[in-house]
């Protein structure tokens, strides 16, 4: 089985990459969403969060405002919640391998690839546990114009974001495949299309799914 790692800066559209791998029927690990349960309302990680930031927790899980809030520009209070968060995730990551795994042994007609999608994939060094390396990618412009559109975004708060990232030209650099997300959802989709049967060489076996047609409701949603 391939596993391949799935990234890219804020705002890069890689959340609409994944949308798309999924649709080919590829496993997708979401590491925010991960994030987002283990902080949840009995959520593995509630009871360390608690102990180690207890103005943060509510009756609804994590305040994660506020934890962002005491976090950010605070390098010993983020390498605290790391070492709260991270070993949870690499081990939720290991069950999803092992199952997709098993999925795909049990489906000959199923493509020997799952997916990481890791926002933060080459600065915590998860490209040395994968196998190949997408980033999805976009203009500068369009970058910035998608992420201060977000709630809650400004432009002090998404330069000191960046600050924190790979630039997105090394990334560019280091992966296997580019993703342009620049151009419109077409040109997004020849390039997975392109990664995909690259992907499918590689393995050594035929993904019979990768023909001229895309998947059915690829556009819809």
Known sequence: MIILGLTGSIAMGKSEAAKMLRRFGIPVFDSDACVHKLMGPGGAA??????????????????????????????????????????????????FLREAERQIAANSHSCA???????????????RRVDFVAVVSAPAATQRQRALARPQMNAEKLDAILAQQMPDAEKRARADYCLNSGDGKRVMLHDIAVMLRDLSKKSGSSWPWLGDAWPDGLWEG
Do not use: C, N, S
Request: aromatic content about 6%; overall charge negative; proline content about 5%.
């Open 113 to 127: 690839l799952a997916v990481l999608d890791i926002p933060l994939l080459f600065e915590t060094g998860g490209d």
């Open 46 to 95: 509630l009871a360390a969060i608690a102990e180690a930031f207890p103005e943060t927790v509510t009756a609804l899980g994590v305040d994660r405002a506020a934890l962002g809030a005491m976090v950010f520009g605070h390098k010993d209070r983020l390498a605290r919640l790391e070492a709260i968060l991270h070993p949870r995730v690499l081990a939720a990551q290991y069950d």
